[in-house]
């Protein structure tokens, strides 16, 4: 199927007329096209999403959410053919698309769109001098450019909360996962969003992301990402007074301590090391256990391993589909034979898996556990983004604690304890934005998102997503 921009109310052909291919990773197969835009697209979308500003920004609240929540209605009502494109895509099994990322997108958009009914502003009276009332409104135009490893679900992510705060979007998904938004671009038209306010434009990334964050019009930039782009897009961005949210990437710690609930640990841990592959960014990459726990639970953690089921992502016992591209595959096979060069033991895993049928030249690779590693090394400092997951032992909390923060990244970390003072303590000494105490990937809306360190800045979710988009303004009364 061949995708296209969606700009001002209309889906069209990119101005160079030049498209990329568009590759279903469990198959190696071209199985569409995508548009290669480029900055005179970029253009075209910013200026439709001046025009329509004026229009979006000032519209009666419940009508702008009444549209939002259209569109959510419409991704529940489609959530079967949203589903087999997602994982089309990105060779997610099917199962958790239609379980987790689908439903998740419209939650998104109800949510924004909920929340911005429930907006309230300050004023503050000084003692029979004056009153001071605060305004937040809209930005303007938001870039919001959005990576592949969990397509529709962070591409709304990042452009429910702006529009649901009035602002209108030029929005980027990953051209390694374009078909979702593609197929949201139509929803968006059928919910009746009124021209302009959301355009989609389609490409690379140094290409179509670098015209949106150069762009002198769009304002504000929301961005999810690896950091290295990340730290391409602030400065660009910086030198423009641009509004800057930037959720990167994370090398996450899962500590086990010895007084756990073992059967949730171990079981929650397979889930945190290998769901979608080991390619989310939340998913815990190096586990640590506290010594006495230590054997037993990597005789567990390994057992349950070699019985998840890497294979056809449409199948339904299928545990651990294809990973995004052959040049991640690689990548992450790369790293493995670091790990090795490095002096770690492969203790289950480790290859690339060949499946017969129609998935005989897709990218699969086993799930690899790997020890004998100590922090400091690149495979427990860089993130491998697959399934590999690194596993040694700790002696002490603080120990565990100095481990957890030996890290450039600081995004989310797990601990398991029924401890609920060491709960506590260990959460408040780890530099993670997120910590799941005994569950992981639990997301409540309401709470903020985002990375420390070299995962991010800034916060998405709840309120603070919704005020991301707008500017404030106090204006004081002489009474
Ligand atoms: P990426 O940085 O390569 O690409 C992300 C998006 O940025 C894509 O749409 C890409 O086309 C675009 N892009 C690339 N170069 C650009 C540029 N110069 N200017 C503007 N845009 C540009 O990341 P990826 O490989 O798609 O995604 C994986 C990374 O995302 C991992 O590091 C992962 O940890 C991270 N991630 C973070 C979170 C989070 O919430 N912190 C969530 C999901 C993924």
Redesign the pocket.
Known sequence: MNILNYINGQLIAPVSGQYLDNINPAEGKVYGNIPDSDSADVTKAVESAAAAFPIWSAMPLTKRANILLKIAELIDRDLDKLALAESADQGKPLKLAKSVDIPRASANLRFYATASMHVSTESHLMEGEAINYTTQTPIGVAGC??????PLY?FTWKIAPALAAGCTVVA?????TPMTAFLFSKLCIEAGLPAGVLNIVHG???K???A??EHPEVSVIS????????K??AATAAPMFKKLSL????KNPNLIFADCDFDQAVSTSIQSSFSNQGE??LCGSRILVERSLYNKFIAEFVKRTKELIVGDPLEENTRVGALVSEAHMNKVLSYIELAKSEGGEIICGGKQVSLSGRCENGYFVEPTVIAGLDQTCRTNQE?I?GPVVTIMPFDTEEEAINYANSNAYG?SATIWTENLKRAHRVSHQIKSGIIWVNCWLLRDLRTP?G?MKQ??VGREGGWEALQFFTETKNVCIKL
């Open positions: 450019i959005s990576p592949w490893n969990l962070l980027k998904p990953s051209e390694l690379l990334g140094n179509v992301g670098q949106i964050v961005f999810t990402g690896g950091t290295v782009t990340g391409r897009i959720e990167l990437g994370g989310i960014c993130e983004f995004l998102f990375g995962s991010g």
